[in-house]
């Protein structure tokens, strides 16, 4: 489904972003399967966020390439990469990234806009979505009239309305207590069980990971380590 | 994404920075209605000084007064009116013979002096002549009158004192002929002067048609269209030629005159005149056309308002900068908006319509709004300025004077300069909010 081939990565540092190169990601390789769940784990500053974004197409790597669903997006424009993101994958960000003037109903309706659907049939996923997420009645709620794990069930209805074969989270429960943290888990596993829906998930947190069958650790932007649950 | 949703996107953004939107709106509209405004008056005066040129004259006549020669000039004769009829585009020669002298007509009780004429009817049909009643003479002492005919002739018994015209200048129903002149005899007296003795004719006429009046109301014609077979019952009476009348101060009055006295040439369209008068300039007649006026009067009237609408462009010029502004805020205050919707997956092509349709939409505000301002700015003008100017200078604008128009075309080269300024000045904004990064918006956030 997902597949990183010996993608490297330098950051460009310093006016005129030629003083100095910084090495985030080396020689990353891995390839993950339909219906898995990957944690990609390590500590601050290792480059987890940098392979992700890599592989969502916001940045290109320095060398190497990514493969969705069997195509090379690596050099993708970023129309065409918009076009495949609305299809294929969905986002769960750290910060929620809801877009503030809309109310939640509106925030989960917007990949449906983009994507040029027809009203009706708009409203009907949107509220079937607000529903399996649990928020039937925040529609008219504006994200800051929202608690944390409310927002994040929004921003996850928001990805799960377009029905999109793969997720990608950066720290999806980075900003929720345990509590809540617990609730936005079993819901990915419960996505990922009934709908087949493939994870790569980004988190520092090992009782987090635990949900993955899939492990990879990186150190200084190199996988030191690589482990399939049973 | 289809266009009514990227319509509700502009709307919601517009009412997030309402009083901005406004002041934007605002500053289009008042270059929008500089620009109509200052450019109305160029047509205004151009419209203006086209109906004084032309007055009743129809656009396609040409007056020939004829031709050129070795000591002079000749009139116009029949020889000349043949070749003239003969030339491409003409449609019709109209042409006049004037009796010098004005005689006396009296029908029933009532009489009055008037012009007398002498022309050819079937070349006046064609050039636009139509009878507003009765019919054409068929006869020799048969006549047409002209349509003011009836307001020149007066009660034979009109006590001096009489006030044959009201205050303005209308005849008095009291003294006037009240019955239809279709079908009545007339007396046409004419006279001469005979050894210092004044000598009377009479000629008994029908008038059997009346003239329609001119288009334009205050040409009077009360003329009286008469055969040449009365002409020369006239002429052998005066022992002159046209009915002269002899005098000891005019003694040369008696004197031959050949030739037609009113001449005019019709084309049969505006796009000929040009080509005709050459021809005919070139063939030595001596010849005016108000259209050939006109051509230079619009061509001086073409650089003037174009002109003018370059000056009134400046002013839309300097309001995209507020456009510019505006848009340039909208795109900065929304980026991380944009960041989030670029990572969901929306196209830049989409995000970059969305906001070309706001800056188009604040030109098109502007501009409808501009002409409406601009169409009472050009109202009031029209009515406001005679006044300023009669009250100031004691001068009277003569009637009809129209200082500001608006045709049209002026509004359209008007929006459309708008959109084009407006489009333009949205395209850089519109770039840069497709230029955001998705991870730098998405990170400010934070
Ligand atoms: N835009 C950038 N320009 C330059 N350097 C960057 C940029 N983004 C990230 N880095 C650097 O790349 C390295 C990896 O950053 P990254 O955000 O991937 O870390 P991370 O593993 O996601 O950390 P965290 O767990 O704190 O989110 C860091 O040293 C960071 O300073
Ligand atoms: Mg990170």
Redesign the pocket.
């Known amino acids: 489904m997902i597949e990183a081939k010996d993608i490297n990565h330098t950051?460009l540092?310093g006016k005129k972003q030629n003083e100095t190169a910084?090495q985030?990601l080396t020689n990353i390789s891995f390839s993950v399967a339909k219906g898995d769940i990957l944690a990609i784990t390590?500590?601050?500053?290792?480059?987890?966020?940098?392979?992700l974004n890599i592989i969502a197409g916001f940045m290109k790597p320095t060398s190497g390439s990514v493969w969705v669903k069997e195509k090379n997006v690596t050099n993708f424009s970023e129309g065409e990469f918009a076009d495949f993101r609305l299809d294929n994958i969905g986002f769960i960000f750290q910060n929620f990234q809801l877009i503030p003037s809309m109310t939640a109903y509106e925030n989960i309706e917007l990949p449906l806009v983009l994507k040029g659907l027809p009203e009706k049939e708009r409203k009907e996923r949107t509220e079937q979505t607000l529903e399996k997420v649990g928020l039937s009645n925040y529609h008219q709620h504006y994200p800051s009239e929202l608690s944390g794990g409310q927002q994040q069930r929004v921003s996850i209805a928001r990805t799960l309305v377009i029905e999109p074969p793969i997720i990608l989270a950066d720290?999806p429960t980075g900003s929720l207590d345990s509590e809540t943290e617990q609730e936005v888990l079993d819901l990915i596993t419960g996505l990922n069980k009934d709908l087949g829906i493939t994870f790569l998930m980004?988190t520092?947190d090992e009782e987090v990971a635990r949900i993955a069958s899939k492990k990879i650790h990186i150190h200084d932007g190199e996988i030191v380590k690589e482990e399939v649950s049973a | 994404m289809n266009f009514k949703d990227q319509w509700r996107f502009v709307r919601s953004n517009m009412k997030r920075s309402k009083s901005r939107i406004f002041m934007t709106v605002l500053a289009t509209a008042m270059g929008v209605t500089f620009l109509i405004v200052l450019a109305s008056v160029g047509f205004g005066l151009h419209s203006t000084l086209i109906a004084d040129i032309l007055q009743d004259r129809s656009v396609t006549q040409m007056q020939i007064s004829g031709i050129e020669n070795d000591d002079g000039y000749a009139p116009i004769t029949d020889e000349e009116i043949a070749e003239l009829e003969k030339i491409d585009g003409m449609n019709a020669v109209t042409r006049q013979q004037r009796l010098r002298q004005t005689p006396r007509f009296s029908i029933d009780d009532y009489n009055g002096s008037t012009e007398t004429v002498v022309t050819h009817f079937p070349s006046e049909l064609k050039a636009g002549m139509e009878l507003a009643e009765g019919d054409l003479p068929e006869k020799s002492y048969e006549v047409v009158v002209g349509p003011h005919f009836i307001e020149n002739i007066f009660p034979k018994d009109l006590p001096a004192d009489a006030e044959i015209y009201d205050k303005e200048g209308m005849l008095n129903e009291d003294y006037k002929y009240d019955e239809s002149l279709v079908g009545k005899e007339i007396e046409m007296v004419v006279e001469q002067n005979v050894d210092n003795e004044i000598k009377e004719h009479t000629i008994t006429l029908t008038i059997t048609g009346i003239v329609e009046p001119p288009a334009k109301n205050w040409l009077q014609d009360q003329q009286v269209y008469i055969s040449e077979e009365v002409l020369a019952d006239v002429e052998a009476f005066t022992e002159t030629s046209r009915g002269a009348v002899i005098s000891e101060d005019q003694p040369t009055s008696g004197e031959e005159v050949e030739g037609y006295d009113n001449v005019y040439g019709y084309a049969d369209s505006l796009e000929e005149i040009q080509a005709i008068m050459d021809d005919l300039t070139e063939k030595d007649y001596m010849v005016y056309s108000a259209a050939s006026e006109l051509e230079s009067l619009n061509s001086v009237f073409t650089i003037a308002k174009a002109g003018l609408i370059f000056i009134g462009t400046i002013a839309i010029l300097i309001a995209s900068i507020g456009i510019f502004n505006t848009m340039t805020m909208a795109v900065t205050e929304r980026s991380s908006d944009i960041g989030i919707m670029k990572a969901i997956g929306a196209h830049p092509k989409k995000i970059k319509q969305i906001f070309l349709l706001e800056s188009s939409y604040i030109g098109l505000l502007g501009a409808v709004i501009g002409t409406v301002v601009a169409f009472v700015i050009s109202i009031l003008l029209n009515i406001g300025l005679p006044r300023i100017i009669e009250s100031a200078f004691g001068q009277e604008l003569p009637e009809g004077f129209q200082f500001s128009s608006i045709p049209p075309s002026l509004i359209l080269i008007s929006v459309v300069i708008c959109l084009i300024v407006t489009i333009i000045s949205g395209l850089k904004p519109a770039k840069r909010a497709t230029e955001i990064d998705v991870?730098k918006a998405m990170r400010r956030e934070m």
Do not use: D
């Not at chain 1, 390590?42 to 392979?51: D, F, I, V, Y």
């Open positions: 950051f540092l910084l985030v390590g500590k601050s500053g290792s480059g987890k966020s940098a392979l720290e980004i520092h | 991870l």
